[in-house]
Every structure is written in structure tokens, then in C-alpha cells.
């Protein structure tokens, strides 16, 4: 769970992440190539129809001015501002502490536990059971079947296989 990602799961009730998980990533980046040093060398031109000073702010095509990588910055850093305010509030945390959870660092799940990015680290059958007691739900159904229990589910039928075959083969002798 990085950036965006983590970003839509701060509101929840908890959040739970595998041990392998990689969190955080709460940083803004904006970015473009200046390809037209390229574009000019194969003969390409652009044409433009537009209104408004900063409508090409962004674009690839040429460099950036002054003005538009300062728009772009400030549009960057009330970003920035809005993911750390979300995340402080959601996750109760110091917005001014932001350098320890957000500025971009990326997490192992028991690092973004140790900072409030998460609630616990634990497998996702653990996390099934957490989910099934907070849903009050009496038989849950997962729409996708769990790796290990199909994996469980196949060595046993195939053992079930294998042992009639080899019994009916005893008593047919």
C-alpha cells in the first residue's frame, strides 16, 4: 500500500498489512519529459490551439516556464498538504510529525506499524477473522478463494485419490 493506494484505505476501521507488505510512499510528484529538443531533431512541430496563461503548464512538448513550474509546485505542495492532513487526522497523528510517517519514505509493515500508518501486521487469514468479527457476519463468503486453502484443498483430495486407488487395489488382489 503506497501512495494512492494507502491514501484510500486511511479511513478504515483498521488496517491490517502482511508482514511482507511494503506502506507509505505519502509524497506528491508531478513530472513530464522536455522532449523537444528530440521532436525538433525528427522534424516534429506542435500546434496549438489554447486559452488561458497556463493551459500548457506540464506538457511535454517544450520546457516550462517560470511561472508554470511554479503553479505546478504550488499545485504539488497543496497536495502534499491535503495526503498529510487526511493521513494525520485519519490516522491520529501530529500533522506537524510528517516528516517521520510521509516525506515519501516507504515502510516494511512492522516500520508503518511502529509510526501509526497501520494497526496491526498479521497474515490474511488473520485479517479474515478480524474482518468477520468486526462485520458481525455468522458465515462469511470470500469471493476469491484463498491460495493456501485451495493448495490444502487439492493435496487432500488428491491424497483421498490416491488412497481409494491404492485400497481398491489391495482388495482387488
Not at 458481525?136 to 493448495?151: G, L, N, P, Q
Request: charged share 25%; no cysteine.
Amino acid at each position: 500500500m503506497a501512495s494512492g493506494s494507502y491514501y484510500a484505505s486511511i479511513w478504515a476501521d483498521k488496517i491490517i498489512a502482511n508482514p511482507g507488505s511494503m506502506i507509505g510512499s505519502i509524497g506528491v510528484i508531478m513530472q513530464s519529459v522536455d522532449a523537444s529538443e528530440l521532436m525538433s531533431k525528427i522534424g516534429i512541430k506542435t500546434q496549438i490551439v489554447k486559452i488561458g496563461k497556463f493551459k500548457e503548464a506540464g506538457t511535454a512538448t517544450r520546457e516550462w516556464s517560470k511561472d508554470e513550474r511554479a503553479k505546478l509546485e504550488k499545485i504539488t505542495e497543496d497536495t502534499y498538504d491535503m495526503f498529510i492532513t487526511d493521513v494525520s487526522n485519519a490516522r491520529n497523528l501530529k500533522k506537524e510529525n510528517h516528516k517521520e510517517y510521509a516525506d515519501a519514505h516507504i515502510f516494511t509493515a512492522s516500520q508503518a506499524k511502529e509510526v501509526g500508518l497501520i494497526d496491526q501486521v498479521a497474515t490474511i487469514n488473520t485479517a479474515k477473522l478480524i474482518l468477520i468479527n468486526l462485520a458481525k457476519v455468522d458465515k462469511a463468503e470470500w469471493s476469491k478463494e484463498d491460495k493456501m486453502d485451495k493448495f490444502i484443498q487439492n493435496l487432500l483430495k488428491n491424497s483421498i485419490i490416491n488412497i481409494t486407488s491404492n485400497l481398491n487395489g489391495l482388495m482387488a488382489k
